[in-house]
């Protein structure tokens, strides 16, 4: 698709949208915004509301309250429920969802058809779809011969054919091995940016979330706890939840033992660890009340393994294992602090000594909760606080 | 944020989801479904039952609840008619499983020739039907029988077939099928892991078997309680073979009872609970069996056990005993059946000129008067064959809808209370003889009430269409929903978000789906109405015979050459249609529809 031909993303406006099942809520005010032409990925774990949210945004599901609309049109709201068909969006199914009595070109052909589009163009633009994932050659086969992979490319072209304003994907790569998650991974990355289209994808892997998108909602029993770009969450996530569930390597309560000094990025802050009492610098993404404790979250990346006695403080080497390019150790240190998933070029033996090195960028201190293990998250986004940090201290907590 | 503008043309749409099940259920539609269901099965048998004890509900008598009816039924006859349908169902039971559980094994775990053959013949032998079966050997082995006449001595089958033995020979090989059909498939879930896992833990072939079989015990029981409803209930014999062998059976009691003058509903009604009470037997047994228990044997890894190599010796001589089975099942009738349409006066000594086209061109030209009562209002003798394919035409196509329309709402993934109950009910109806279902019609149907409300239908052809949709619908229903179940829903969800309304979508990725779902329950109905006996003599109106009674009433009033040609004529007639509808389906189903359930490429 050649860039004249883009076509304009539609925006998104979500207010207020709440779904209950019976007695059970999967989605309790969920409010976002999302830009013409944005990635959006929401990412949570089971149960989190997510693929409620993507299905009530289909139309597939009927909210309980609150609001959808799609560049500008409202699809769902009180007294209000506009049919899937009606809503101008595709998507991509988790079990690809491909009508087993058609070929792929039929699949892909379908959305042209309902869109009135000629026979000889439908034709035209299909096969260079299908081409355009890499299936020119597939063209006449039907889905159960195809391979799972290639099935999905069906379905992402059936879902990008169209030129649609909104595009959705439910958990694409789930239901394919590794090196096939990968390939489809940037396919549809590259794909879905080149058509223009504003995309929401769904997941519960951390990590696909941040190759892929513009924009990150980490959504938690029903409600959107953060949103932001990846290097936010990342680097500024707003509650330990946010934090555990975007990677890390370690966490412990500690103390705090310096002011708030500024840096270039924000705050830096000293604090003092249990057991070994070793003082580090961490990043400090926003003010701890004077009434909570500390803790402290560590990503993988902050950690440097050093010779023993080198470092803030020491550990054993409590497991490794060989990743290719070097080794995986678990590190246990004084005052249980336990680091999992800290890479090293070099093995360091089992039941050894060494030191370790934290630098204050992946370490990140956050209030502690009442039983100080991180505090909870707030009672979600709030309209107007769409698409930056959000300072829970701002929201008063449950 | 901006507040966004909601166009009122917009408001005043509907909410509409993608799932068809869901818009059923918006605007009430398991309630009509049920109620269907309920006016077709419930009301009119329910009403019967009744009746049996508390006769003066519905006028019967003066007693509002009485044991009468109940003292008759356990005297004399009726009784023995009760006892003789109970062993008979015990003893069935206990040969389809050998006969049925064995042929099953031997298919999936031996490698005997015709292992596809052989199902096959099995779905062909559970369309006969159990009249047409006892009919085929009557011919064949009567005293000037076609095998007497072909100078096979066959007087000693003859004394052993006329009586209870023939009875239980007949539908032995009619309930095979049943047997087979619950066996097989388990069989087949049965991975060779399980026996593996015995064998590598020290166990013989015996322990190995002593471990292996009780994992087949649901399979079993389900058999066990299919064969015996099927043998408690059914008519066809009861009504032919035993009748004629003076050995009486509960469903020709009860049909006695109502055709007696007069009628004798209460000891029909008490002797329908009976059948009920019976059947329901060994599904409790099952039921308390299976309770609690996890007998999950399927998963991603099972893997197809290895089959037995037989010695080619071997190999040939249980393929040669199969064959012998179903010449015996399928091809004696078949040929009684022919050569007796071909002779005149079959039964006498037959001269070269007996064989003849005669009873053919009776039946094509109808221009003999046959003399026999019943035959008086037909206009050709070929008009019952007409009407029963008109009238298995139209079930077969109510069914076929309807009856997917209930697998959908029993395939739903959080079904209502109201769908819990209802299939509670059509298992119920499963169960229910066709005698039962068509006494209950003859009886509701005759109450004043009925015609107080306007369905005058007593003695009319709707009347008997509603009754064999009420034996079609239950079976079809629970048939249809395995299939049906296995359609993702997404697959409608992801029209409906491409563009297509809930008729397109529906059309385009949902019915090609199931479309040989709807052709095999179309054909199924189609087959089973068309020979249905029970019903059909119960509830036919004077005058328009359907070709099942017409068929039993030429034989009884001993035109075999007639009736056998109408048996050919019938059969042929069936398979026509099931050649037409197959043949349509495959010239004019798209390619896709065809696809439906081919081999999945493994990646």
């Known amino acids: 698709m050649t860039e004249s031909k883009r076509r304009q993303g539609a925006s998104l406006d979500i207010e207020a949208a709440s779904k209950h099942f019976g007695a059970k809520m999967a989605l309790a005010g969920v409010h976002l915004h999302v830009e013409p032409g944005t990635f959006l990925v929401l990412l949570g774990p089971s149960g989190s509301g997510k693929t409620t949210l993507l299905r009530c945004l289909a139309g597939i599901e009927r909210l309980t309250d609150g609001t959808v609309s799609i560049d500008g049109q409202a699809v769902a709201g009180p007294g209000l429920h506009l049919p899937p068909d009606r809503r101008k969006l595709a998507m991509v199914f988790q079990d690809y969802a491909l009508w087993p009595h058609m070929t792929a070109l039929k699949n892909v052909l379908f959305p042209l058809r309902q869109l009135k589009v000629p026979g000889h163009e439908a034709r035209s633009r299909a096969v260079a779809m299908l081409e355009r994932v890499g299936l020119g050659q597939l063209t006449e086969r039907y889905p159960n011969e195809l391979s799972g992979g290639e099935q999905q490319r069906v379905a992402l072209a059936r879902a990008l054919v169209g030129e649609v304003g909104l595009v959705l994907f439910d958990e694409p790569l789930s239901n394919l091995d590794a090196d096939m998650r990968e390939q489809l991974r940037l396919a549809i990355s590259t794909l879905a940016r080149e058509s223009g289209a504003t995309s929401v994808y769904i997941t519960h892997d951390q990590s696909e979330a941040f190759s892929l998108a513009d924009k990150v909602g980490v959504l938690r029993d029903g409600r959107l706890v953060q949103l932001g770009t990846p290097e936010e969450l990342y680097l500024k996530p707003a509650s330990a939840f946010v934090a555990r569930f975007t990677g890390i390597c370690a966490e412990s309560a500690v103390q705090v033992v310096s002011e708030p000094r500024p840096t270039a990025d924000g705050q830096v802050v000293d604090v003092r660890l249990p057991g070994s009492g070793a003082v580090v610098t961490a990043t400090l993404p926003r003010p701890i009340p004077a009434s909570a404790g500390a803790r402290l979250f560590v990503r993988p990346s902050a950690v440097r393994v050093t010779a023993p006695g080198e470092g803030h403080f020491g550990a054993e080497v409590h497991d490794v294992a060989f990743a290719g390019r070097g080794y995986e150790h678990a590190l246990s240190a004084e005052g249980d602090i336990l680091l999992t998933r800290v890479f090293c070029e070099q093995r360091w033996a089992r039941r050894g000594n060494v030191g370790i090195h934290l630098s204050p960028e992946g370490c990140l201190v956050l209030p502690a909760g009442p039983d100080g293990t991180g505090a909870p998250d707030g009672p979600g986004l709030p309209a107007g606080h769409t698409s930056d940090l959000v300072d829970l201290t701002a929201v008063p907590t449950p | ?603």
């Open chain 2, 1 to 603: 944020m901006t507040s966004v503008p909601v166009p009122a043309v917009v408001r005043r749409t509907p909410g509409r989801t993608a799932s068809l099940a869901g818009l059923l259920r918006r605007s009430g539609g398991p309630t009509v479904v049920w109620a269907v269901l309920g006016f077709l099965v419930l009301v009119p048998v329910g009403a019967f039952l009744l009746l049996g004890f508390m006769p003066r509900l519905f006028g019967q008598g003066t007693a509002w609840f009485t044991f009468s009816n109940l003292t008759q039924a356990f005297s004399g006859s009726v009784f023995r008619g009760l006892f003789n349908s109970l062993w008979v169902s015990v003893a069935v039971c206990a040969i389809d499983l050998v006969v049925g559980g064995g042929l099953a094994w031997v298919v999936a775990r031996t490698n005997v020739a015709g292992r596809r053959l052989w199902p096959a013949l099995m779905w062909g032998l559970l369309l006969v039907p159990t009249y047409l079966m006892a009919e085929g050997w009557q011919f064949l082995l009567e005293p000037h029988g076609v095998l007497y006449q072909m100078g096979v001595p066959s007087l000693w089958a003859y004394h052993l077939f006329f009586g209870p033995a023939g009875v239980v020979y007949v539908l032995s090989l009619t309930n095979a099928p049943f047997a087979y059909l619950a066996i097989a498939p388990a069989l087949a879930g049965l991975g060779s892991q399980f026996e593996e896992a015995a064998r590598v833990h020290g166990g013989g072939r015996l322990a190995t078997l002593r471990v292996v079989v009780p994992m087949l015990a649901p399979a079993v029981l389900a058999t066990i309680a299919i064969v015996f409803a099927e043998t408690m209930s059914d008519f066809g014999v009861s009504s032919t073979l035993a009748f004629q062998s003076n050995f009486p059976m509960a469903t020709y009691r009860i049909y006695q009872a109502i055709d007696s003058m007069p009628a004798q509903f209460g000891v029909a009604s008490v002797l329908s609970w009976m059948l009920l009470l019976s059947a329901a037997v060994p599904l409790a047994l099952q039921a308390r069996v299976t309770r609690g228990r996890s007998y999950a044997i399927l998963n991603g890894r099972t893997r197809s056990a290895t089959r037995l190599r037989l010695r080619a010796r071997a190999r040939w001589a249980l393929t040669s005993v199969i064959g012998l089975y179903f010449l015996l099942a399928l091809g004696a009738p078949t040929l009684g059946a022919i050569v007796g349409s071909f002779v005149r006066n079959l039964g006498s000594p037959v001269a070269p000129q007996s064989i003849s086209l005669y009873a053919y061109r009776e039946v094509f030209s109808g221009s003999q008067q046959i003399g026999h009562a019943t035959m008086e209002g037909a206009t050709t003798l070929l008009s019952p064959v007409m009407l029963s394919t008109e009238m298995a035409a139209i079930t077969a196509t109510v069914t076929a809808v309807l009856g997917l329309a209930v697998a959908r709402l029993l395939a739903a993934r959080r079904p209502g209370r109201l769908t819990r109950v209802g299939d509670l009910f059509l298992l119920g109806s499963i169960a229910l003889p066709g005698i039962v279902l068509g006494a209950g019609y003859i009886f509701a149907f005759n109450l004043p009430i009925a015609s107080r409300f306007g369905l005058d239908l007593y003695e009319t052809l709707p009347l008997l269409v509603m009754g064999y949709l009420a034996t079609s619908l239950p079976t079809q229903s629970r048939l249809m929903m395995g299939p049906v179940a296995q359609v993702h829903g997404s697959l409608l969800e992801a029209a409906r978000v491409h563009g297509a309304r809930a008729l397109s979508a529906w059309r385009s990725a949902y019915v090609p789906l199931v479309s040989k779902v709807l052709v095999f329950a179309w054909l199924l109905t189609f087959a089973k109405t068309f020979f249905e006996l029970p019903i059909s003599q119960l509830l036919y109106p004077p005058g328009e015979e359907p070709v099942s009674v017409a068929i039993n009433n030429y034989l009884g009033n001993y035109h075999y050459d007639i009736g056998t040609a109408m048996i050919v004529i019938a059969v042929l007639a069936v398979f026509v249609v099931i050649g037409v509808v197959l043949g349509a389906f495959r010239l004019l189903a798209p390619k896709g529809w065809q696809h439906i359930g081919g081999a999945r490429r493994s990646d």
